[in-house]
């Protein structure tokens, strides 16, 4: 049984076309209110924004819920004009826009322990509970104990296909998540528990399986060696692959993050050296950021990079590098002004090494390092790496510019 007040199929479109702009309208509330609380003149003030991070964390959680509400509409609509809009879809969407819409009311769970509300932002009473729309009041009236147990009768039916209702994807990426499903299944899920209990690294033979696949090149424009698909690609393959072992369904990521950043800031020829080279396999990157003691705050970081002749030389420690001894490339962010505290002070460095092995991680002249051993999130090993005066030539500095 349905609950009551619940809408389904076609007349909950408008239901959640008006919530979506109920919710778009607190959140430009929420804007203005947190803009009065952090602004001096027009701009925002750093000590403000310190001493109100509470409030622009909170307004970051309200702009994300305003803009999932208005997606989750988005697909309605969509998936009723291609007539893929059946039950358990509908039920999604209006469990899905009740749960957002009843958060931005009540108090948005911004993690385990805390609750930001409303007031918290500066938003007045009658701003607050202008958002209870009789729409909005349906959609969360709407979804039941009765709407989520059918829900979840249906989803039981689903058992063993690749998701639960319709994932809304186009057919070139439903094409390539099946793909990834097949592949899956068959290379990786019937060895992923041995890698797991031995704490071995993902075989570089599936690796290179993965690169014919494409799984390192999705993003990259064609002219460099790639597909030219967009970021949702690289979700679905991620989540395929993750589902079979999350040590292969991340493995990408380290390629991806590479290549966004020379993609985005490197010179033409750095584009031509790494590209095509990350984009075949050919070349393992790794992401070198995190520091001991320093890791949301990454503008605060510590590692020098020190331009001596043709070369930079860093120093400093990072930590929690994820495929590090195995990896061929670097992407290192380093201090290259240390009278700049902040961002401004950073460069991006494309790191070239040797890949090591479990008995000498870090076979190159200027590095030292060793395993952090995880229980979980295997298959590309964590590690600790200092730096002492390691040499990167001069012309890998990301963009040629400093900062
Ligand atoms: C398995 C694993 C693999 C990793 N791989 C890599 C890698 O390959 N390369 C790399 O460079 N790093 C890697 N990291 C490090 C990762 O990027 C950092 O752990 C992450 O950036 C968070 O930093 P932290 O652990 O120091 O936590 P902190 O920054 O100390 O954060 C602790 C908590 O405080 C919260 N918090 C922090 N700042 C704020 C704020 N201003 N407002 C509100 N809440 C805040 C955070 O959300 C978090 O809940 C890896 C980490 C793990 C666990």
């Known amino acids: 049984m349905r609950g009551r ?14 919530a979506s702009e109920a919710a778009a309208t607190l959140r430009d509330r929420a804007v203005e209110a947190v803009a009065a609380k952090v602004t001096v003149g027009g701009k925002v003030d750093t000590a403000a924004l310190e001493r109100e991070q509470r409030a622009a964390h909170g307004l970051a959680w309200v702009a994300t819920y305003a803009e999932a509400i208005a997606q989750i509409a988005s697909y309605a609509r969509r998936m009723e004009s291609e007539g893929r ?23 948005v769970l911004m993690s385990q322990g805390e609750i930001v509300r409303m007031h918290e932002l500066g938003l007045s009473k009658d701003q607050h509970v202008a958002i209870l729309t009789e729409p909005v009041v349906k959609l969360i009236l709407g979804a039941t104990p009765e ?18 209702g319709d994932t809304g994807l186009d057919e070139t990426l439903q094409a390539i998540r099946d793909e990834m499903r097949r592949f899956s299944e068959a290379e990786v899920v019937p060895h992923a528990q041995e890698w797991h209990l031995k704490d071995e690294y993902v075989p570089l033979e599936l690796i290179a399986q993965m690169s014919e696949l494409g799984v390192f ?8 060696g790639g597909l ?4 949702e690609a690289m979700c679905v393959v991620s989540e395929e692959l993750s589902r079979g072992y999350i040590g292969v369904g991340s493995l990408g990521t380290r390629s991806e993050i590479a290549e966004e950043l020379i993609l985005n800031a490197g010179t033409d020829a750095q584009k031509q050296e790494w590209l095509p080279r990350i984009a075949s396999g050919e070349v393992l990157p790794t992401a070198v950021f995190t520091e001991p003691n320093i890791g949301s705050d990454l503008a605060s970081l510590t590692t020098r990079a020190v331009r001596d002749g043709d070369v930079y030389r860093l120093t400093g420690q990072k930590t929690w590098i994820t495929h590090a001894a195995r990896a061929d490339l670097m992407t290192v962010l380093a201090r290259t002004d240390p009278k700049e505290k902040g961002y401004r002070g950073l460069s991006m460095f494309l790191a ?16 030292t390092g060793g395993e952090i051993e995880v229980l979980g999130y295997r298959g590309m090993k964590e590690f600790d790496i200092s730096f002492d005066g390691f040499a990167v030539p001069a012309a890998n500095l990301l963009g040629g510019v400093e900062g």
């Open 147 to 164: 709407t989520r147990a059918r829900a979840v009768e249906l989803i039981k039916a689903t058992q063993g296909t690749a998701s639960f």
């Open 5 to 18: 007040e619940a809408a389904a199929g076609p007349e909950l479109i408008p239901l959640l076309d008006a």
């Open 352 to 367: 070239p090494k040797p890949r090591g092995t479990d008995d000498n991680p870090f076979p190159a002249q200027g590095m």
């Open 85 to 107: 809009f059946g039950e358990l879809e509908s039920l999604l969407a209006q469990i899905g826009a009740a749960e957002y819409l009843s958060q931005l009311f009540g108090g």
């Open 217 to 224: 090149s999705l993003t990259l424009p064609e002219e460099f």
């Open 228 to 231: 030219g698909l967009g970021k």
